[in-house]
């Protein structure tokens, strides 16, 4: 009985393993934490003053007003794009999710730099006779750039659920006597909400969590207030940080309530889904489609290529030489890979024994691990930038051990973008048949000999997928690798922020450009293709 009970709960290495894991996924929240009640006093006194309510207000207000736009165009463009007979459609379906290569602070730069006086389009429009008013800066800004960029957030899974809706309630419908827009209305939409909800509010979370847009748009978030407050006011970033930290926690609780909601039903999808002629408005819808991607794509894409190549040009006629060289370049390059690859697989063996645990034991310890990784998703990553720099600075061998090293840069990595991994190799994990393993015992094989000759080959491919997701993730990270990075480490998503910040765009645009293309590829594999064969 004993050698039964202790089979279900995992071997007892494993288990220590998995509670130490546990530890440090949560370390960076519960450091915040003690931090706050600690040595700063009261960070609930502080929430009357002005230099909390300000900036909870605004990244309250900036988030709904994003999450709100960018569910309409995303549901929107996810109906036109799968439902309708729009022309083209294949291959909007194919170009709509490019945005999600872009770090937003890219785009928020693209547009600060090409629609301001002076910028791109200010001059284009100026040569016409048209004098534009708009400024690209503040919560007009802000709203805009991540509306843009993060939309496919909405759009991907509406556009997914919307492919698999059966078409045989739509058919039934419609011979009740129903009209497009009510059969919309009254049967599609209450069978796509609670997709539509769980994205959206993902975008709340990604927006009250930005930082590289509203630092550059100069709109004064909990997030860029964190950034500000950090070395000149501890206790005001420290009680910042737990409200963001309360805040994200609502956010992701409420959107893994919604992403558990799915619609059932008896009825199947047989053949294509329903496709819907948009008639007189198919030419405005065209139009709109294109506007988005122009506005979404082509404007920072355009931007980017305009600076880089006026600085190439500028260069090879003698102007002013460009601030950074090749070699600067394939170092920013070669560190942003490097580091990311590094990531992508600590974080993969820091999850697998918490997957072993739970998939294949059934353990309460690694559900309770598998929980802790998952609330990590609600861990911004200026929180984690914030804990780990604090802790270092105020732990006499903490700062000895790993202060400026890339150990702790890695480490936050796989504590921000674990749990986007830990799905998918808990899944790999899961694939292993347990025959193989029954056998495997028979024959002798130890266990490690199993996981080396039997799980590993079978859990590869979902392994690299979950070291992928991560990877990406990494490549575009701005707050982590800005204050954690050791010093002389510098990556391209640094390099392009302070070119940026010191108006340096020639070499910002050719760094953005290398950045995107890195992101596209993977974003391609990993995003776009799956997403195609849901």
Avoid at 18 to 31: D, E, H, K, M, Q
Avoid at 239 to 248: E, K, M
Avoid at 380 to 396: E, K, N, V
């Amino acid at each position: 009985m004993s050698q039964v009970e202790n089979n279900q709960k995992g071997p007892t290495g494993l288990r220590i393993t998995v509670l130490g894991l546990t530890f440090l996924f949560s370390f960076p929240a519960l450091y915040l934490i003690w931090r706050n009640f600690t040595e700063s006093g009261d960070p609930f006194g502080l929430l009357g003053t002005q230099r909390i309510l300000g900036p909870l207000w605004r990244s309250i207000s900036l988030a709904l007003a994003v999450s709100v736009t960018t569910a309409v165009l995303g549901t929107t463009l996810a109906w036109l794009t799968n439902r309708t007979d729009l022309s083209g459609r294949k291959i909007w379906r194919f170009i709509l999710p490019v945005p999600l290569v872009f770090p937003t602070f890219i785009g928020a730069a693209a547009f600060i730099r090409t629609m301001n006086p002076g910028g791109l389009i200010n001059r284009m429009l100026s040569g016409v006779g048209i004098e534009p008013a708009i400024e690209m800066r503040g919560f007009f800004g802000a709203w805009l750039v991540l509306t843009l960029f993060c939309y496919p957030y909405v759009y991907l899974p509406v556009a997914g659920r919307l492919r698999q809706l059966p078409r045989s309630l739509e058919e039934n419908a419609r011979v009740l006597g129903q009209r497009p827009h009510q059969i919309l209305s009254r049967v599609v939409l209450p069978q796509i909400s609670s997709v539509i909800t769980a994205g959206t509010l993902l975008v709340f979370l990604y927006t009250i969590s930005d930082f590289g847009a509203v630092q550059l748009m100069r709109y004064d978030t909990l997030a860029r207030s964190i950034y500000t407050s950090q070395l000149g006011n501890q206790s005001v970033a420290l009680a910042l940080s737990l409200i963001l930290l309360v805040l994200a926690g609502i956010i992701v609780t409420t959107e893994r309530f919604f992403s558990r909601i799915n619609f059932t039903t008896n009825e199947t999808l047989v053949g294509e889904p329903t496709q819907y002629s948009l008639g007189k408005w198919r030419l405005p819808a065209l139009g709109f489609v294109i506007f988005t991607v122009l506005l979404s794509i082509g404007a920072p894409l355009l931007a980017l290529g305009n600076w880089a190549t006026d600085g190439l040009i500028r260069t090879t006629r003698g102007g002013s030489p460009l601030t950074i060289d090749a070699d600067q370049v394939w170092e920013s390059t070669w560190n942003t890979f490097s580091i990311s690859v590094i990531a992508g697989l600590v974080t993969v063996a820091a999850i697998l024994p918490i997957a072993y645990l739970t998939a294949r034991y059934k353990s309460r310890v690694g559900n309770i691990a598998h929980s802790v990784v998952i609330a990590t998703f609600a861990l911004p990553g200026i929180l984690i930038a914030l804990a780990m720099r604090f802790w270092t600075l105020q732990s006499d061998w903490a700062y000895d051990l790993v202060n400026n090293t890339k150990v702790l840069l890695v480490f936050s990595y796989a504590v921000r973008f674990g749990s986007l991994a830990i799905g998918v190799v808990l899944l790999a994990v899961s694939f292993v048949p347990k025959r193989l393993h029954d056998a495997g015992k028979i024959l002798g094989a130890k266990r490690v000999s199993r996981l080396l000759r039997i799980d590993l080959p079978i859990m590869a491919p979902g392994l690299g997928a979950a070291a992928g997701l991560v990877i990406l993730s990494t490549m575009k990270e701005l707050p982590i690798t800005l204050l954690i990075s050791p010093l002389g480490f510098s990556t391209l998503s640094t390099r392009i922020f302070s070119s940026f910040e010191e108006a340096f765009v020639a070499e910002a645009g050719i760094m953005a450009l290398i950045l995107i293309g890195l992101s596209a590829v993977l974003t391609w594999f990993l995003v776009i293709r799956k997403a195609e064969h849901i």
